[in-house]
């Protein structure tokens, strides 16, 4: 039994189409672990400078203010070898303020920005957390790996910082 003549090629087409579908995917799943890690950072950003803005208050406890301030900077300076340790020292440090219920009662508006914040923190974190999952999965599978087909992008990492606010930014 022969092939008929149109089979080879259409197989080809097909071959071609899944591959570009597959790298198409692949590639999508790079610009949502991309996105999500902005996303992340830009709320990471505005809880340092919030943190900042706690610090310009003349009650709060000089050790806690020198404590917070310097997490809040290195929170917002650290390049990206560092800022797991420096986003888990800043969540400590905000714990430490918010054991401080008469700043909590004097400030209620700048604490509720901070549990809004948490919140939002607590989304990135899982949509990043999700995003590097899918897109760690899918890298894994034969296909992508014989064809290359995730080209020269790295490979996503979630930090450890990720884990730790979850668990820790609790009130």
Known sequence: MEFPVFVIPLFAL?????????????????????????NLDAILQRRASLALELTHFPETDPAANLLLTSAAHHARAADISER?????????????????????????????ELDQITERLKVGISLHVEGVSAAKARRSKLIYRVFRLAGKAPLPVKYAFEDDSLVEVQR
């Open 14 to 38: 097909f071959a071609i189409w899944y591959l570009t579908f597959s790298a198409t995917r692949l590639d999508r799943l790079h610009q949502r672990v991309e996105t999500s890690w902005a």
């Open 84 to 112: 797991s340790e420096a986003e888990s020292a800043l969540t400590g440090a905000l714990l430490l303020l918010r054991q401080e219920s008469w700043l909590v009662e004097k400030y209620p508006d700048l604490f509720e």
